[in-house]
């Protein structure tokens, strides 16, 4: 069974810095394509970025692009997003997620196989 498990959210100040891990037991990280979303009360969960299986490979959505890298460590089947000069609009439940089947990331949330529960990441101004 494969689980994933977050941390590192938390209250920030705008133009602070956090960094989430997902931390992955059941399955290697590296024969997934591991995202992030992200979401906010009832609001549909957003694609935040993703590493492909590879690792060759990374995407970012253009709101967070040169803020947000995500990166993964096989040896500890860990994926991490580190989150810099956030914004108080980036506050959100951020949530990871891992697609086993497909070949190319994908920014749908029901490709995904598996998530984790969440981690909250607050923007104050």
């Known amino acids: 069974q494969v689980q994933l498990v977050e941390s590192g959210g938390g209250l920030v100040q705008a133009g602070g810095s956090l960094r989430l891990s997902c931390a992955a037991s059941?399955?290697?990280?590296?024969?997934?394509?591991m995202a992030w979303f992200r979401h906010v009360g009832g609001e549909e969960r957003e694609f935040v970025g993703a590493?492909?299986?590879?690792?060759?490979?990374?995407y970012v959505i253009d709101s967070v692009k040169g803020r947000f890298t995500i990166s993964r460590d096989s040896a500890k089947n860990t994926m991490y997003m580190q989150m810099n000069d956030l914004y108080p609009e980036d506050t959100a439940t951020y949530l990871c997620?891992?697609?086993?089947?497909?070949?190319?990331?994908?920014?749908?949330?029901?490709?995904?196989?598996?998530w984790g529960q969440g981690t909250q990441v607050t923007v104050s101004t």
């Open positions: 059941g399955r290697p990280v590296r024969e997934m394509i």
């Open positions: 590493i492909h299986w590879s690792g060759a490979s990374t």
């Open positions: 997620a891992g697609d086993s089947r497909s070949s190319y990331i994908e920014q749908g949330p029901t490709t995904y196989d598996y």
